[in-house]
């Protein structure tokens, strides 16, 4: 199940890629694909080629997002989670070398590297599940164990 959830912030993205691929993209290149193939000979045609692969990806995507808003969860925050760690939360790690690192916990759909957004089905995220500050987490990486301190948890947002 906690492969469906999302947060609102996640949903409201996913939502509006869905919109821009529908009303803006998929409009653009179906126009482009129509102006192409006007041009004659569509096997040597590399724009006809080029557009018509380049709908079918939007409409693969359109399908994807689709079927997939329709099976997630939003989850919000509930004030009786303070305290602890749990979906959505902003926790501020400390490693043994005294290394800070922040993380957010997400849904599937939505982590991403830059953001510092990390799955919720990921390891670090599965032992940082229901932990409060000051708790050792222990996590088994390819590069071998690390060992963080929970400094702060937070739904709202982390100083850094």
């Given at each position: 199940?906690?492969?469906?959830?999302?947060?609102?912030?996640?949903?409201?993205?996913?939502?509006?890629e869905l919109?821009f691929?529908?009303?803006?993209?998929?409009?653009?290149?179906?126009?482009a694909v129509?102006?192409a193939?006007a041009l004659?000979?569509r096997?040597?045609?590399a724009?006809?080629?080029?557009?018509k692969?380049?709908?079918?990806?939007?409409?693969r995507r359109?399908?994807?997002?689709?079927k997939r808003?329709?099976?997630?969860k939003?989850?919000?925050?509930?004030?009786?989670?303070?305290g602890?760690v749990y979906?959505?939360?902003?926790?501020?790690?400390q490693?043994?070398?005294?290394?800070?690192?922040?993380?957010?916990?997400?849904?599937?759909?939505e982590f991403?590297p830059?953001k510092?957004?990390?799955?919720?089905?990921?390891?670090?995220?599965r032992?940082?599940?229901?932990?409060?500050?000051?708790?050792e987490?222990?996590?088994?990486?390819?590069?071998?164990?690390?060992?963080?301190?929970?400094?702060?948890?937070?739904?709202?947002?982390?100083?850094?």
């Amino acid at each position: 199940m906690k492969n469906n959830y999302i947060t609102r912030e996640g949903w409201d993205n996913l939502e509006q890629e869905l919109k821009f691929l529908w009303r803006e993209e998929r409009p653009k290149v179906t126009q482009a694909v129509s102006e192409a193939a006007a041009l004659g000979d569509r096997s040597e045609n590399a724009e006809y080629i080029y557009d018509k692969k380049r709908l079918r990806e939007i409409d693969r995507r359109i399908r994807f997002l689709s079927k997939r808003l329709e099976v997630l969860k939003i989850v919000d925050p509930d004030p009786r989670q303070e305290g602890r760690v749990y979906f959505g939360a902003l926790v501020k790690l400390q490693d043994e070398n005294g290394g800070i690192k922040v993380f957010r916990l997400v849904g599937p759909d939505e982590f991403s590297p830059a953001k510092k957004w990390i799955s919720i089905i990921s390891p670090v995220a599965r032992e940082l599940l229901g932990k409060q500050i000051d708790d050792e987490v222990t996590v088994n990486t390819p590069n071998g164990i690390i060992t963080y301190w929970i400094l702060e948890i937070n739904y709202q947002g982390i100083e850094l």
